[in-house]
């Protein structure tokens, strides 16, 4: 049914329902979506929460992940996409757009429009894709802060410390991090960048207890690893981030092409999502029939008082 009909809408607030999907046995599988599509289509599939990763959502702006977009930006797309699916949105929240009070800002910002989760981590800008070198860590105690500050300001909003430690300082130094981050009151540890099973076993074992989540994401310093085996591994979550914007760039990329080379997009025609498939998935015949079952407003007669 249409978002628009008050009690189709969920009567908990966003944060809870993460920790509800968290407290569930079996890893939490968090595809990234990059807009309200992409939500709508992994919903489809049958999962029950997503992932908005920076990342995907500047590229898709046209831009790099560098920490240039503000906190009123990511919001537009954190309303977007929980308007459409109703699901628990896990977002990123880079190194929190600045200092405390910037963090404290952005958690109720994200928690306004909609948003169940957020990471934030410890890099300094201009910050980068975890995946890359030559990082630039901010001070444990300056990160801890941030984390103190989110968790004072949130009312719901599920709270993830991300390091970025193990490239530069190795398992040790993300373990102290990740210790401290809790103790600031962070609900989970996400340690980005591992390159190895034994790096992800590691980092679990050490850190008993602790919500631990794994980012599987292409191209980066991650082997392949399953949703399965992370959970195997010692991990509560998972993330793909970008994967659904890396297909349907490729995708674009081969559409436009084909126009600029034939004139005409027929060659492509077969892998299009058809005017039927996208109807249904934005269920346009529900909005259709909503609009016709609301009783047209009866203005009274003229001559009354």
């Not at 308007?83 to 109720?108: F, K, W």
């Amino acid at each position: 049914m249409p978002y628009l009909v008050a009690s189709e809408l969920p009567d908990a607030p966003a944060g809870i329902r993460f920790r509800e999907l968290l407290e569930r046995n079996g890893i939490l599988q968090l595809p990234g979506a990059h807009n309200g599509m992409a939500a709508l289509q992994a919903k489809a599939a049958g999962f029950e929460g997503l992932y908005l990763s920076g990342a995907a959502m500047t590229a898709s702006m046209g831009i790099p992940d560098l920490g240039i977009i503000t906190v009123d930006e990511v919001a537009f797309f954190i309303r977007q996409i929980a308007r459409a699916s109703g699901l628990p949105l896990l977002v990123d929240g880079d190194t929190g757009y600045g200092e405390a009070l910037n963090v404290m800002h952005m958690v109720r910002t994200f928690e306004d429009a909609g948003a169940g989760a957020v990471h934030i981590e410890d890099q300094l800008l201009p910050k980068k894709c975890g995946h890359l070198n030559d990082k630039r860590l901010a001070d444990a105690h300056d990160m801890a802060a941030k984390v103190a500050a989110a968790a004072k300001a949130r009312r719901h909003l599920y709270l993830i410390a991300r390091t970025d430690a193990a490239a530069s300082e190795g398992i040790d130094g993300a373990v102290a991090r990740a210790k401290l981050f809790m103790e600031a009151g962070a609900d989970a540890i996400f340690p980005e960048a591992l390159n190895s099973a034994e790096m992800f076993r590691e980092f679990a074992r050490r850190m008993p207890g602790v919500p631990l989540l794994a980012n599987m994401t292409e191209f980066g310093k991650t082997p392949f690893f399953t949703a399965s085996e992370f959970e195997e591994m010692g991990y509560r979550m998972i993330i793909w981030p970008v994967s659904s914007l890396r297909v349907a760039n490729k995708a674009q990329e081969k559409l436009y092409a084909t126009l600029k080379r034939d004139g005409s997009a027929e060659a492509v025609w077969t892998e299009m999502q058809t005017r039927g498939e996208l109807y249904d998935t934005i269920g346009l015949h529900d909005y259709e029939a909503l609009d016709a079952s609301i009783v047209k407003t009866i203005l009274p007669n003229s001559g009354s008082r």
